[in-house]
């Protein structure tokens, strides 16, 4: 999968809002997906892949908050790990 760059917003801030945005943005992706899986209708499908760029955003949004500018190595390591449990 390629995610391609992400540009995190200005000013942003490792605060319990930035957390919760991500947790508000998780709920709108299983909102969107239960719309689409109930259905299977593939034009609910463009929606729930917004609605996952915007988790994708505000995850992002929280590493750079915290300093975090390349998550490379990180997603290295969490494959690595992902293999070692057998997921991959």
């Known amino acids: 999968m390629i995610i391609g760059d992400v540009r995190t917003f200005p000013g942003v801030k490792a605060d319990k809002a930035q957390v919760l945005k991500i947790g508000e943005e998780c709920?709108?992706?299983?909102?969107?997906?239960?719309?689409?899986q109930s259905t299977?209708?593939?034009?609910?499908?463009?929606?729930l892949v917004d609605e996952i760029a915007d988790v994708?955003?505000?995850?992002?949004?929280?590493?750079?908050?915290?300093?975090?500018?390349?998550m490379r190595v990180v997603m290295a390591e969490c494959e690595q790990r992902n293999r070692e449990r057998g997921r991959l």
């Open 27 to 36: 709920m709108e992706v299983f909102s969107a997906w239960e719309d689409w």
């Open 56 to 70: 994708i955003q505000a995850c992002s949004n929280l590493a750079a908050a915290l300093g975090v500018d390349d």
């Open 40 to 47: 299977l209708d593939p034009e609910l499908l463009p929606p």
